[in-house]
């Protein structure tokens, strides 16, 4: 006795599955702007800072000391400037009636204009000077994890080179996923595409779940932000990123997940359980009931997975009844008796087969 399944086409999501690896979606190296003396680690080192957490204190005394005199410096070409023009002011009536030469009035006119130009450089100066002033605070340009410090506290730090680099913040949240498809599997993929035997959401519609090495599900689903229109020439691949949430820092950068892009539909799909399908010495093959309950041997070519079923890509028809209990005991022209099959087991999510079908937005 053996159980059969009537052969009933549908539209059948499909899932594809890639081996990812996490990245931070944004690294910055923490770089001292002025060269001075390291009097404060302000962080713990390691742990999430946010943005604007300060993080290092370089001795701002000998700053402080610079923006003062150039503030004094400041206040002097303003005085000479007060002078120039003062002294502008008596020259220009007297050049009017001849009283002094028109040298006279050109040097005095010239007087105010380099005490303008000086007044300005010195304004620069005092610039500078506060920046130089701010920059011994070192404040985190992003929230994310911080690494270690390079220096302890009294430490010369110097500005500019390899010598200046403190710490390093890394974002987390978004987190960045990266894996490859390899060129043959978007070869395939877009001759089914081409055949109708799959259709895809486009780029923009794609969602983007992660299984994490425990075998859990992540929460939050992404999208994917870049694929890149040229094939990897080492490895053979496209390279392709997917943005994923990561609010409760579960992510961190350099994890191995499992990659599954949903959204894909395979149109009047036919199914049969794998233990239906047998290999034979010309290829796979099922048995179905044929005329007066005999079994036929109808050979099959066979696609993706979709849990326990097989996608069938030629060989059946819709209504054809399939062999499933009891296939491999079977002969062709055996006479057949039929129970009714099993119930079915739940439908998996989808299939987890390899694939690129949506590269094209």
Same mark, same amino acid.
């Given at each position: 006795m053996v159980s059969i399944v009537e052969v009933k086409p549908e539209n059948t999501p499909a899932t594809f599955e890639f081996t990812g690896k996490t990245a931070s979606s944004r690294q910055v190296e923490i770089n001292a702007r002025v060269e001075g003396y390291l009097d404060k680690i302000a962080y713990t080192e390691g742990s999430l800072v946010k943005q604007g957490q300060l993080l290092f204190q370089l001795d701002p005394k000998p700053f402080q000391a610079a923006l003062d005199n150039a503030k004094a410096v400041l206040a002097q070409q303003q005085a000479l400037l007060t002078r120039a023009q003062q002294t502008l002011a008596r020259v220009k009536p007297l050049a009017k009636q001849n009283a002094v030469s028109q040298q006279d009035l050109d040097n005095s006119i010239a007087n105010v204009l380099a005490s303008e130009a000086q007044v300005q450089a010195a304004k620069a100066n005092v610039e500078q000077a506060q920046l130089n002033l701010g920059y011994t605070t070192i404040r985190s340009p992003l929230t994310g994890l911080s690494s270690s410090s390079t220096y302890r506290e009294g430490a010369l730090i110097r500005s500019g080179g390899s010598g200046s680099q403190l710490t390093t913040v890394v974002q987390i949240d978004p987190m960045w996923v990266n894996f490859g498809v390899g060129e043959n599997e978007v070869l395939k993929i877009r001759a089914q595409q081409k055949s109708g035997q799959l259709k895809g959401p486009g780029l923009s519609n794609v969602e983007v779940e992660l299984v994490l090495a425990d075998g859990s599900s992540y929460p939050q689903k992404g999208q994917i932000t870049f694929v890149d229109p040229v094939i990897n020439a080492q490895t053979g691949t496209y390279n392709i990123r997917a943005v994923v949430p990561n609010p409760s820092n579960q992510l961190s950068p350099g994890q $191995?997940?499992?990659? +599954?892009? &949903?959204?894909? !539909?395979?149109?009047?799909?036919?199914?049969?359980?794998?233990?239906? !399908?047998? *290999?034979?010495?010309?290829?796979? $093959?099922? $048995?179905?009931?044929?005329?007066?309950?005999?079994?036929?041997?109808?050979?099959? +070519? !066979?696609?993706?997975?979709? #849990?326990? +079923?097989?996608?069938?890509?030629?060989?059946?028809? =819709? #209504?054809?009844?399939?062999?499933?209990?009891?296939?491999?005991?079977? *002969?062709?022209? =055996?006479?057949? *008796?039929?129970?009714?099959?099993?119930?079915?087991?739940?439908?998996?999510?989808?299939? &987890?087969?390899?694939?690129?079908t949506l590269l094209k937005p």
């Amino acid at each position: 006795m053996v159980s059969i399944v009537e052969v009933k086409p549908e539209n059948t999501p499909a899932t594809f599955e890639f081996t990812g690896k996490t990245a931070s979606s944004r690294q910055v190296e923490i770089n001292a702007r002025v060269e001075g003396y390291l009097d404060k680690i302000a962080y713990t080192e390691g742990s999430l800072v946010k943005q604007g957490q300060l993080l290092f204190q370089l001795d701002p005394k000998p700053f402080q000391a610079a923006l003062d005199n150039a503030k004094a410096v400041l206040a002097q070409q303003q005085a000479l400037l007060t002078r120039a023009q003062q002294t502008l002011a008596r020259v220009k009536p007297l050049a009017k009636q001849n009283a002094v030469s028109q040298q006279d009035l050109d040097n005095s006119i010239a007087n105010v204009l380099a005490s303008e130009a000086q007044v300005q450089a010195a304004k620069a100066n005092v610039e500078q000077a506060q920046l130089n002033l701010g920059y011994t605070t070192i404040r985190s340009p992003l929230t994310g994890l911080s690494s270690s410090s390079t220096y302890r506290e009294g430490a010369l730090i110097r500005s500019g080179g390899s010598g200046s680099q403190l710490t390093t913040v890394v974002q987390i949240d978004p987190m960045w996923v990266n894996f490859g498809v390899g060129e043959n599997e978007v070869l395939k993929i877009r001759a089914q595409q081409k055949s109708g035997q799959l259709k895809g959401p486009g780029l923009s519609n794609v969602e983007v779940e992660l299984v994490l090495a425990d075998g859990s599900s992540y929460p939050q689903k992404g999208q994917i932000t870049f694929v890149d229109p040229v094939i990897n020439a080492q490895t053979g691949t496209y390279n392709i990123r997917a943005v994923v949430p990561n609010p409760s820092n579960q992510l961190s950068p350099g994890q $191995f997940v499992r990659v +599954q892009l &949903k959204g894909a !539909v395979r149109p009047n799909a036919i199914m049969v359980p794998q233990v239906a !399908v047998m *290999q034979g010495p010309n290829g796979k $093959f099922v $048995f179905v009931v044929g005329p007066d309950n005999t079994a036929v041997a109808k050979p099959v +070519q !066979v696609g993706d997975w979709y #849990g326990d +079923q097989w996608i069938i890509n030629s060989g059946l028809e =819709a #209504g054809d009844r399939v062999v499933v209990d009891g296939a491999v005991r079977l *002969q062709p022209g =055996a006479s057949l *008796q039929i129970k009714p099959a099993a119930a079915p087991a739940p439908e998996p999510e989808a299939a &987890k087969v390899p694939s690129a079908t949506l590269l094209k937005p």
